[in-house]
């Protein structure tokens, strides 16, 4: 069966094209500014033709957001080029997580539901470098064990920027060195370091409350950055929230 899924989030709109359990191919539009049914219909169609999908042969549609001014334009849009309804997840949909908190983000419970389904037997902790850095930890038994909700790391950057008359827009990677010498290379350890000894810490105090060494995963637009810069991380995976999804929308 062939599914598309879509993750509407605060910053971006990410899709996947799942066939069964594995996702074949995915992309990523911005969030904002909000569009209309009929500019959505229009930038859907145009990708479609991109990565050649034709709509016919797409049986389900999963939508999980957490941006819900865009959920009602996002079906309209789906229902025009599909000819079928949606179906929208959140943390109230069925799974074997307990959400256990009635305010838990969709992006969360998918995150924590996608850990439980693909790394069983362990308790894990999944680290979302999105608008927002979350740490979410489950249980073996799928109990929600917990959340940490942080500033977004190029929030942040983008707020240090804005706020700021003499620093600069500056690409988010490794710098040449700890201590910088020019402006950019300064705020890149600022950003890089700051926030990977944050995520570190962050494992460490979960590890030692949950009493356990949990295995972590790490996902969202900026993973990448962290993930080679510490051993805490034990896997990458850009599609791991899109995966939550789509288990959690698949048999419904």
């Given amino acids: 069966m062939n599914s598309i899924v879509i993750n509407v989030g605060n910053s971006n709109i990410r899709f996947g094209l799942f066939n069964g359990d594995n996702c074949d191919i995915s992309w990523v539009i911005n969030t904002k500014p909000y569009r209309t049914a009929d500019e959505l219909y229009v930038q859907m169609l145009m990708l479609y033709q991109t990565y050649k999908i034709e709509p016919k042969e797409i049986d389900k549609v999963i939508i999980g ?30 799974s074997g997580v307990q959400a256990k908190s009635k305010q838990m983000g969709t992006d969360i419970y998918a995150n924590l539901v996608a850990a439980h389904n693909l790394y069983p037997d362990r308790k894990k902790i999944i680290i979302d470098f999105g608008t927002a850095l979350t740490a ?8 929600t064990l917990g959340v940490i909700i942080a500033p977004g790391i190029v929030t942040s950057l983008n707020s240090l920027i804005s706020q700021t008359a003499q620093l600069p827009d500056i690409e988010l990677k490794k710098p040449k060195s700890v201590l910088g010498l020019d402006t950019v290379t300064c705020m890149q350890s600022g950003m890089v370091y ?11 105090r979960i590890n030692d409350e949950v009493n356990d060494d949990c295995f972590v995963v790490a996902t969202g637009g900026v993973s990448h950055v962290y993930k080679p810069l510490t051993d805490k991380i034990h896997v990458m995976d850009r599609l791991h929230t899109l995966k939550g999804l789509y288990f959690l929308g698949k048999d419904l």
Avoid at 136 to 143: I, L, P, R
């Fill in 65 to 94: 957001s957490v941006v819900p001014q865009l959920t009602k334009v996002m079906s309209s849009g789906i229902k025009k080029i599909h000819g079928i309804l949606p179906v929208i997840v959140d943390r109230t949909t069925p």
């Fill in 136 to 143: 979410s930890c489950v249980a073996e038994n799928g109990e």
């Fill in 194 to 204: 700051g926030f990977l000894g944050m995520v570190e810490g962050f494992i460490n």
